[in-house]
C-alpha cells in the first residue's frame, strides 16, 4: 500500500515537472520568435552579441553608429522582445511574423545596390511632374 502510495506521489510530481518544462519551452519558443521578428539593425545587434558571442566593444565597432545609437538599438531590441513576448498574440501569430521579418532581411542582404545614373533620375523625375 505505502509502495503504491508513494508511486502516485511520484506520477503527480512528474506530471507537475513536465508541465512546467512545456510551458519554458514555450516561453523559449515564443522569444525565438520574437527574436526572428526584430527589424534588420536590432536583430544583426543582437545576433553578434548573444547568439555569436562577439565581444560588445567589437560589435559596436561593426555597427558603425554611435555608442548612444548602439545602445539605443539593443535595448529597444530587448524591450521589443519582452513586450511581443509578454503579449496576447498567439504563438502561431509570431511564426508568421518571424518567417516575414527573416524574409525581408534575406531579401535586404541579397539585393545589391545599384546607383543611379544622371538619365534615369531626370527621366524618374519627368514621371513624378507629368502626373
Known sequence: ????????EFKEEL???????AEQR?????????????????????????????PYKAVEKSSKVSHRTF?????SAIKRI???CNSELPTSR??????????????????PYEQMNLSEFLDGEEDTIKK
Open 82 to 84: 519582452q513586450d511581443v
Open 15 to 21: 506530471i507537475v515537472a513536465m508541465q512546467k518544462v
Open 26 to 54: 514555450e516561453m523559449i519558443h515564443r522569444i525565438w520568435l520574437c527574436f526572428q521578428g526584430l527589424p534588420k539593425e536590432e536583430y544583426d545587434i543582437l545576433h553578434a552579441l548573444y547568439v555569436e558571442n562577439m
Open 1 to 8: 500500500m505505502a509502495f503504491q502510495k508513494q508511486q502516485k
Open 94 to 111: 509570431l511564426f508568421c511574423y518571424a518567417e516575414e521579418e527573416e524574409r525581408q532581411r534575406e531579401e535586404r542582404e541579397t539585393q
Open 71 to 75: 545602445e539605443k538599438n539593443r535595448s
